[in-house]
């Protein structure tokens, strides 16, 4: 187990090591002049030049490869032309309303997902069934963003009953900073108005951003639950007398929730990618809300920043579920 | 090919949602096709006017905020979408089989070569990686062609190479191998057609994905730019009109949730019909 766990972090150092390479292409490589996208449009021929030296545009390319790769790991994303602060800063600042979004989104994933899944499997070819698979092909073919919009349509314009942006009301203030995710800190500080609040703010987006990985879900508990069902340890627990409960809840679902797992941990891109259009259709403060405001300035290294932030949080989550699946799976052996 | 069409056809008379999905998508095509000599208004034509109507007997799906007609950009608005997803799956799917089968037929380091790239592309989730290369290439039609491809091609790789490792040691490519084949021609008739099937299923699938995603780069102001017609930049611009234009926002998204709709629909018959293990089963 330790063997593979070592194993697999080497080839996640490949793997990153390789993502760092591929944004210095396309951040050095692909465009005209670097120095004149990091200057921004509105730049002057002096300004470019002076960023030329500072950044070392002037160098060879192999030192500006070795310049980079070093500052990333130092944790230096360069400098944002729109804020005119480091990018990590503002990343740090921007990416727990990220976070609070869709952790959000995958729990409710969880919470709807895995038991639609297992009422379409046990009632197999029912209205049910057929009602979730119509639903889950529908709710694949959404984009994320127009249902983000219909939803504030709905609620919003129209019901009035739910906010469409934002994290907290105007009329209140944050609850004292602890972990950056407004829900957990107001618990934390025991600041009930606020949690209240967060958590309404967070229903329409989590809900847009979830809908089509609950699909995804679904369908796949319902097709491994069903793969287990016929097996013949299934037939042995049902013939010795055991409630269908039992054997569904502590015998199959066990089994059927491991192939689930891969999908989820890949649902983790979905929502990272979804959160970027949900962010930006209710002006939820997270890093892809930042990313987009940075596209009118063409601010370059902030893009840079959230496309590799990304790519190492998604990267980080599926090594731990692969892992996680060799703890939860004692067939498995590495 | 008669036979098969006749075949197809009887076989998706018993599936409903799929042929339904497939009659959807041949009709959104044929209206993307014909747009500009169909009685429209024209997509362009800009009136102060009339901005911000909503639906009526002449404009059916109201207007925008320049006082365009919305039923015709939306129509037009499927000729950009479908030509850039079509494009799109082609390039990714060409690309990605070559790479794939050359390197699942081959093995070791150019196996090993190939895997660790796609790892690479595949550490990234789709649509932000297809931003940050929007972003350098800059707008328009042709850089959004150019990055979604950069984002599919992977995923072509990886399901051509599981192929091609598949077919090599299959008895009919070592009878081939012994007979003294050359290397490219078992590869293009022998290993190429036996692993075109889930290709298409993939391609075809990916269709919907590919407008999504252009949608959504467009949405957030890359990709394709006014005033062509196109769905996810007409949302972009709707949005800001949510309070007061409830229409603005509504049809040019149902657009693109039909036509992926019916392209996911057609294509999962298209699946249950050339993979026969999901045949058997009948889910």
Known sequence: ?334 | MKALWKKLGRWMAGRPLAAAGAAALLAILLLALFAPWLPLQDPQSVSMRDKLLPPSAAHPMGTDDLGRDMFSRVVHGARTSLLVSVIVVACASVFGLVVGLTAGYFGGMADELMMRTTDIFLAFPGLILAMAVAVVLGPGVVPTIVALSIVWWPWYARLARSEALMHKQADFVEAARALGVPTWRILRSHILPNSLSPLIVQATLDMGYAILTTAALSFIGLGVQEPTAEWGAMLNIGRKYLLSAWWFITFPGLAIFITVLAINLAGDGLRDYLDPRTRKRGA
């Open chain 1, 1 to 334: 187990m330790a063997r593979y766990i070592v194993k697999r972090l080497a080839l996640l150092t490949v793997t990153l090591l390789g993502v760092l390479t591929l944004t210095f292409f396309v951040s050095h490589v692909v465009p005209g002049d670097p120095a004149r996208l990091a200057a921004g449009v509105r730049a002057k021929p002096e300004q470019v030049e002076a960023l030329r030296t500072r950044l070392g545009l002037d160098r060879p390319l192999w030192q500006q490869y070795g310049r980079y790769i070093a500052g990333v790991v130092r944790g230096d994303l360069g400098e944002s032309i729109r804020t005119r602060r480091p990018v990590s800063a503002d990343l740090a600042e921007y990416f727990p309303a990220t976070v609070e979004l869709t952790a959000f989104a995958m729990i409710l994933c969880l919470l709807i997902g895995i038991p639609s899944g297992i009422l379409s499997a046990v009632k197999r070819e029912s209205v049910i069934d057929h009602v979730s698979r119509v639903a889950a092909t529908a709710a694949v073919s959404m984009p994320t963003f127009w249902l983000g919009l219909l939803l504030q349509l709905l609620f919003f314009r129209w019901l009035q009953i739910l906010p469409a942006t934002g994290r907290l009301g105007f009329y209140l203030s944050p609850p004292a900073h602890a972990t950056g995710l407004y829900v957990v800190d107001s618990l934390l500080s025991g600041n009930w108005t606020a949690f209240g609040d967060s958590f309404v703010h967070l229903i329409l987006p989590g809900t847009a951003l979830a809908a089509s990985s609950i699909a995804v879900i679904t369908r796949m508990t319902r097709s491994s639950l069903l793969e287990i069902l016929s097996l013949d340890y299934v037939r042995t627990a049902r013939s010795k007398g055991l409630a269908e409960k039992v054997v569904i809840l502590k015998h199959a679902l066990r089994n059927a929730l491991l192939p689930s797992l891969t999908v989820i941990g890949l649902q983790v891109g979905v929502l990272l990618a979804g959160a970027v259009l949900i962010e930006v259709v209710f002006s939820w403060p997270g890093i892809g809300l930042y990313a987009v405001q940075s596209i009118t300035f063409v601010d370059f290294q902030a893009i840079l920043g959230v496309t590799l932030i990304t790519a190492i949080v998604y990267s980080g989550v599926n090594l731990i579920v692969d892992v996680l699946y060799g703890v939860i799976d004692p067939r498995i052996h590495y």
